[in-house]
């Protein structure tokens, strides 16, 4: 669970990092906050109000959009941003100096778990906060990382790369080489995020196999902080379920009690 209080801060971009295609990662400095955060949390970010005025040229919209940590050591932290709407592309414009609002940490966050046997698995955005979360992991546990994207401008560093037009790595979904991989690497717990029918299809090999498996679910998210429960999924089981936020009590749950017919 998350033990700390979201903030409603205002902090300058340090720096914004290009990447390939539609990605950028924008960077803030704050050692206080640095350690507050674990992966898997994310923040409320948007451009400061005095950015979003019609007196800056660039009329950048207010709005606030979750985005999760994808790296944070020693007061550096970072969030790795695809450019998708308006929100985004507004962020995207932003340069070191620029000021950032943000509300956060938000969020359970991931279990930190050692001397285990770990696949993670992720798809397009899902990316970033598995980043996080393997560089937390991997000095007590064996790690294999597999990804999946759109195309090679959706993939990154990891240990197997798919791209569904086959312009990188293998060829095909993601999901198609899990059952293999994890018989074949013995392992005993998984970890994944990106698009719901990744997910949903990761959770239902896993629950086949009697892995262990926590999964980071994408919502729609409207105030992003508990309040208006637009975000809300269906999690117990088939007999006992509640509603619960994605943005307040996950958005990791446990596969298992992801009740993925009803999403
Ligand atoms: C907990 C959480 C963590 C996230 N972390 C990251 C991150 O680290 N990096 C990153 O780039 N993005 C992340 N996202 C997604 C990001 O919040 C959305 O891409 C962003 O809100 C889109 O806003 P926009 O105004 O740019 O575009 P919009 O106009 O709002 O949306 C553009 C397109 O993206 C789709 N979309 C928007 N939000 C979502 C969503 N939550 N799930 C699926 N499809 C969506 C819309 O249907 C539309 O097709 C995260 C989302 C959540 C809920
Ligand atoms: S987005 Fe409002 S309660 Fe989660």
Same mark, same amino acid.
């Given at each position: 669970?998350?033990?700390?209080?979201?903030?409603?801060?205002?902090?300058?971009?340090?720096?914004?990092?290009?990447?390939?295609?539609?990605?950028?990662?924008?960077?803030?400095?704050?050692?206080?906050?640095?350690?507050?955060?674990?992966?898997?949390?994310?923040?409320?970010?948007?451009?400061?109000?005095?950015?979003?005025?019609?007196?800056? /040229?660039?009329?950048?919209? !207010?709005?606030?959009?979750?985005? /999760?940590?994808?790296?944070?050591? @020693?007061?550096?932290?970072?969030?790795?941003?695809?450019?998708?709407?308006?929100?985004?592309?507004?962020?995207?414009?932003?340069?070191?100096?620029?000021?950032?609002?943000?509300?956060?940490?938000?969020?359970?966050?991931?279990?930190?778990?050692?001397?285990?046997?770990?696949?993670?698995?992720?798809?397009?955005? @899902?990316?970033?906060?598995?980043?996080?979360?393997?560089?937390?992991?991997?000095?007590?546990?064996?790690?294999?990382?597999?990804?999946?994207?759109?195309?090679?401008?959706?993939?990154?560093?990891?240990?197997?790369?798919?791209?569904?037009?086959?312009?990188?790595?293998?060829?095909?979904?993601?999901?198609?080489?899990?059952?293999?991989?994890?018989?074949?690497?013995?392992?005993?717990?998984?970890?994944?995020?990106?698009?719901?029918?990744?997910?949903?299809?990761?959770?239902?090999?896993?629950?086949?196999?009697?892995?262990?498996?926590?999964?980071?679910?994408?919502?729609?998210?409207?105030?992003?902080?508990?309040?208006?429960?637009?975000?809300?999924?269906?999690?117990?089981?088939?007999?006992?379920?509640?509603?619960?936020?994605?943005?307040?009590?996950?958005?990791?749950? !446990?596969?298992?009690?992801?009740?993925?017919?009803?999403?």
């Amino acid at each position: 669970m998350n033990n700390t209080h979201p903030q409603r801060l205002e902090r300058a971009v340090y720096s914004r990092e290009e990447l390939c295609g539609d990605y950028f990662i924008l960077w803030i400095w704050d050692e206080a906050l640095s350690k507050q955060i674990k992966p898997g949390q994310f923040f409320e970010i948007r451009a400061h109000a005095s950015l979003t005025d019609a007196e800056d /040229s660039r009329c950048l919209p !207010k709005l606030f959009k979750p985005i /999760s940590v994808y790296d944070n050591s @020693g007061g550096r932290i970072g969030f790795f941003i695809k450019k998708v709407g308006p929100g985004t592309i507004a962020l995207s414009k932003l340069k070191a100096g620029d000021m950032l609002e943000l509300i956060g940490p938000l969020g359970n966050g991931f279990p930190l778990i050692t001397q285990r046997r770990i696949l993670l698995v992720s798809g397009g955005i @899902g990316y970033p906060p598995l980043w996080y979360l393997q560089k937390e992991l991997i000095n007590h546990n064996l790690i294999f990382w597999v990804h999946g994207g759109a195309g090679q401008g959706d993939v990154f560093p990891c240990d197997e790369v798919w791209t569904v037009d086959g312009s990188l790595g293998k060829k095909g979904l993601v999901t198609q080489s899990l059952k293999s991989l994890i018989t074949e690497k013995k392992i005993d717990l998984v970890f994944s995020c990106g698009p719901m029918p990744m997910l949903k299809q990761t959770a239902a090999i896993t629950s086949e196999l009697g892995i262990e498996h926590y999964t980071s679910l994408e919502a729609y998210m409207a105030c992003g902080i508990g309040v208006c429960h637009g975000c809300a999924v269906p999690i117990g089981s088939e007999n006992a379920w509640d509603y619960l936020r994605v943005c307040k009590e996950g958005p990791v749950f !446990k596969a298992e009690e992801v009740l993925w017919n009803m999403l």
